[in-house]
């Protein structure tokens, strides 16, 4: 309290107003009252205003929650007393009929404290056979409640059971192929590496081949190679070439026997002329044939 009134500026006697001064009053008031019960003296501190809306509003709670107790409490005692005074009534006439407690046997001493512990048990005020009737059906009611929450429970254990059984099941079978796999590694790993030597092997093996190829492209490229120059053209060209070394060879024969014969100028440039002009026929005949021979393949 005298931190809460250290941090804080005084009051002064000309700010204070008639409420502030019955607000006061009444703090002090339930101060003293709190500390008198516990047998102390109120401690000195300096009151400011937020120490004084503070403790004002602790002692209207403490007050109200103080006559609420002092209302329950007198309750309480009322009805106690009227307990008692039922008591009393219920004894004398258990005295009058001859039912007093000392007077009855042991049976029947332990038979009524037997029903009034099951009275107590139901949580029923009498022990009229209704009140037992319906105690005792709000019992069964809750047990059949508990019975259909237990099967309940027991379905749902049932089905978490079997869900945990497959789990197992399936971990099991994990940790199988688990092994496995660690067993296969080595060889897989060796497969692996063989794999990758033949890779390189093989990637050499793909440039070499690209080079060749672009090579015998080059070669074809010199040669006047075209895609349309293909077997069947090739083999019908050489049938022509046949032809034309089986037309040519007679004339070729014929040159030669004039070998052996004495030069004649006149007769020899007049057959040399003649053999020119049937060689040109036959190479044009040749260029007519490869012309047609490739038209016919575009």
Not at 12 to 28: L, M, N, Q, W
Not at 78 to 86: G, H, L, N, P, T
Not at 103 to 125: G, M
Not at 259 to 286: F, G, N, V
Request: glycine residues 4%.
């Amino acid at each position: 309290m005298t931190d809460l009134a250290s941090s804080a500026d005084p009051l002064t006697p000309e700010s204070k107003s008639g409420s502030d001064h019955a607000r006061i009053a009444e703090v002090k008031s339930w101060l003293g009252s709190q500390f008198d019960a516990v047998g102390k003296e109120v401690p000195h501190f300096e009151y400011t205003p937020r120490s004084v809306v503070h403790l004002h509003a602790l002692a209207t709670v403490s007050q109200a929650k103080t006559q609420a107790a002092g209302i329950v409490a007198a309750d309480l005692r009322q009805k106690a007393a009227e307990y008692r005074s039922q008591a009393v009534r219920i004894r004398e006439i258990l005295d009058n009929v001859g039912l007093a407690l000392d007077s009855l046997p042991p049976s029947a001493t332990s038979s009524a404290q037997v029903l009034a512990n099951v009275a107590n048990l139901l949580n029923i005020r009498d022990t009229e056979m209704s009140s037992f009737l319906v105690a005792m059906g709000d019992i069964s009611l809750r047990k059949t409640g508990v019975e259909e929450k237990r099967a309940k429970v027991q379905k749902e254990s049932k089905a978490l059971l079997e869900y945990t059984r497959k789990a197992l099941a399936r971990l099991t079978y994990l940790k199988r192929t688990l092994a496995q796999l660690d067993d296969e590694v080595g060889t897989c790993d060796e497969q692996m590496r063989h794999w990758k030597k033949n890779l390189a092997l093989m990637g050499s093996k793909e440039q070499q081949y690209m080079e060749q190829e672009s090579l015998y492209k080059a070669k074809l490229n010199r040669v006047g190679y075209t895609p349309e120059i293909n077997h069947g053209v090739l083999i019908e060209m050489s049938e022509h070439r046949k032809e034309l070394e089986r037309k040519t060879k007679p004339i070729l024969d014929t040159l030669r026997s004039y070998q052996d014969l004495p030069p004649d100028k006149a007769l020899a440039a007049l057959a040399i002329e003649d053999k020119r002009r049937h060689y040109a026929a036959a190479e044009k005949y040749l260029e007519e044939v490869l012309h047609s021979a490739l038209t016919t393949t575009d």
